[in-house]
């Protein structure tokens, strides 16, 4: 009987233990309810947890995002929470939700899908936590406060000028003839890009300046599925056959350097000088093209700047003050308009690469 | 300490599941300093995995049966998209829309469960080809693009209990299902005593049962206060009310039904079971369709929670699933295994999940741990089997005062 008396004495304490947990998260949820409806303008210990939820470990440009913010937060005396999410949506959602329970002050969040996270930045919200969209916006929510990002509108608009100016170069006189790519459909970038680079070549091919020979000026024309180099490869093909029988191909704008490269191999293919050809990303094969002279063009957008200014928000955020928006305007995510801290690209070609890359650990053996 | 060994059904090693589970939840309370029993978290861990331990539920009896299903998440992928799409374009409501999955569930599961009872194609090449089919069907329905559903959808996947009654600073409803669930299970092994009683069968002595009843009220209440009082607005979540409806169901249907008999009898011995008049082929059917109505119940469960559905939906929840079954005590060979089982095994993996991602372990760490979890549970599941004792599985559902199950199995191994 003694061991009887032994087990109901421990699921008797087991119980107060267990029902004082209970009694004792009583007084939280006015707590919390209060601290969540003015939390957001509230300054925070300089010591507050910060989360960052970044998305599958896939490039190399998210590994050194997770390193610049481990290390630069614990820098600025943060706790750093730092996490990748390898398993997929569900897995960032359950990370999303951790870093609510453990308090995080802000929550950094670079989605793998944008529009799936509704839930958990509302649970963020709710708990009092700033919700910061690093480099893709999340979508279909309010609770989402601030993004910071590239401006891919002004990456068109670059990579616009840059085709103009090397046109330039090497022919003073115009007309000039070009060609159109854009990106995949599925992906939301893809529009802005090229919208940003027609906002610049429009008015060209509208006063004669600029003749698209195959007349595909649309978007839905020029676009590239899946962002596939085969792809883009079999568009110029058809197009070198179809339209520069007798023609100089002068200039193509491509959206980005995987592209660019295609575009490039596609009309060495056919034998024809290389063309004026934009692009974007600062790929290693690319920017190499660009120092051999072949790829005119292409665009930096430094991950250290990104990470750079997300921590200058965080540091604003713990002031209580408002951090830096340069729009708040244009990126709408379907229930609210985010405001944005939007970076501006750089346009890098052969003149500049070697300052553009100077920090660039890879690059600047590539260009030195 | 006889009566320490009764309390926990013979052999307090076989009970090493659910100390297992206990053992996780006080480690991690302890390392991250009481963040893993907050409610918040608590509500978390529920929210986050009921769509996983919905799918172990169903895999747990296509394992018992003696099959395995790749094609889960896949098929939860496909009824996720052409739910939420239906929703959109067609403006159908919400509760249309869940019976629509429902139904291409059941259809996919029939097709499946075809291939496999009547053509008599091993269930891993059925579902691996069916994986991909429903990926890419899923893909194709979608065009690769995330589609969102509204507000109301939402709810089973992303609700909470509403807030009734006077103000108790806790949620009431959800203290009242607590309290419902252990009247019903009180009541029930009454009854149950009192009919073996009736019947001259050995019952044991009464505080054997009042102290397991003791600790199994302890713990129901214990979860329902704390997730009764978690941050206003959140409570027990819907979600997680589904799981616990489907974990009764179909605990009942694999404990007490004939056709829950006949699932045991088919993964132990196909041909005895034959033998003895049961349906091998419609068992089958049965199994790989109702897996397949699961696996949609469990992608709209998702899509609810992530406020849309994507093209990469369920990949990888077949290898959790699977993972839930066999550490809750299922074998590879079949006929041995229990919904309740599966549950917390899928539950050891969550609280386990959630554990290592307070404590801020990285993706990569926390598969690892997870794989050699894994490993271990079936490790020691294999060697207490090898000295002669009964499964962890034979004992849970012994604890749940329902002996069929085991007898069952034991009786198929027999046979065998």
Known sequence: MRSLTKVMAASAVAALALTGCGRADEETPTDTAGGGASGAAEA?????????????????????????????LAKAGFKADVQFANGGVGEQQNQIQSMVTKGAKVIVIGAIDGAQLGTQVKAAKDAGATVIAYDRLIKNTDAVDYYVAYDNFKVGELQGNALLEGMAAKKPQGPYNIELFAGSPDDANAQVFF?????????????GTLKVTSNQTAFNQAVTQGWKAENAQKRMDTLLSAS???????????????????????????GKPVPVVTGQDSEVESVKSIMAGEQYSTINKDTRNLVKATLEMVAALQKGEKPTVTDDKSYDNGVKVVPANLLEPLIVTKANAKEAYANDPTLSKVTG | ??????????????????????????????????????????????????????????????????????????????????????????????????????????????????WVAFIGIPAFIVTLAGMLIFRGANQWVGKSNTVPVDESFQTIGAGYLPEVGPKTGYNNLTILIGLLLCAALIGGAVRNRRNQARIGADVGPASVMWIRLGLITVAILAVAMLMASGRRGTSLPISALILGALVLLYGFISTRTIIGRHVYAVGGNRHAAE???????????????????????????????????????????????????FIGGAAVTGGVGTVVGA??????????????????????????????????????????????????????????????????????????
Do not use: C
């Not at chain 1, 919208?195 to 006063?207: R, Y």
């Not at chain 2, 099959?67 to 889960?72: A, E, P, T």
């Not at chain 2, 896949?74 to 629509?100: E, N, Q």
């Not at chain 2, 998702?302 to 990888?316: E, H, L, T, W």
């Open chain 1, 44 to 72: 925070f210990p300089k010591d507050a947890l910060i989360g960052v939820s970044l998305p599958q470990k896939t490039s190399e440009n998210w590994v050194l995002a997770e390193n610049l913010f481990k290390d630069d």
């Open chain 1, 195 to 207: 919208d940003g680079a027609m906002s610049v070549l429009k008015p060209k091919i509208d006063d």
């Open chain 1, 244 to 270: 520069y029988a007798s023609a100089t191909l002068d200039g193509v704008l491509s959206p980005n350097d995987t592209l660019a490269r295609a575009i490039i191999t596609s009309v060495k293919a056919a």
């Open chain 2, 1 to 114: 300490m006889n009566k320490l060994k009764e309390i926990f059904g013979g052999d307090t090693r076989q009970f090493g599941m659910i100390f297992a589970l206990v053992f996780l939840i006080v480690l991690f309370q302890v390392l991250t300093d009481g963040l893993t029993l907050d409610p918040g978290n608590v509500i978390n861990i529920f929210q986050g995995n009921s769509y996983i331990l919905v799918m172990a539920i169903g895999m747990v009896l296509v394992i018992i049966a003696g099959h395995i299903d790749l094609s889960v998440g896949s098929v939860a992928a496909f009824a996720g998209i052409v739910v939420a799409i239906a929703m959109r374009d067609w403006g159908i409501p919400w509760f249309v829309g869940i019976l629509l999955g429902l139904v291409i569930g059941a259809l996919v599961g029939a097709w499946q469960g075809f």
């Open chain 2, 275 to 325: 033998l003895s008049g049961v349906r091998s082929k419609r068992v089958n059917f049965l199994v790989m369709m109702n897996m397949s109505i699961l696996a949609s119940l469990a992608g709209m469960m998702f899509v609810a929670r992530s406020n849309a559905s994507g093209p990469f939906d369920g990949v990888g929840w077949e290898l959790d699933a699977i993972a839930a079954v």
């Open chain 2, 343 to 416: 549950v917390i095994g899928g539950l050891v993996m969550a609280v386990l999940n959630n554990g290592l991602q307070l404590l801020g372990v990285g993706a990569d760490m926390t598969q690892i741990i997870k794989g050699l979890v894994l490993l271990a549970a079936v490790a020691f599941d294999v060697y207490n089997k090898s000295q002669g004792r009964r499964s962890i599985t034979g004992l849970l559902t012994q604890n749940f005062g329902r002996r069929a199950t085991q007898d069952t199995t034991e009786t198929v191994k027999q046979e065998s």
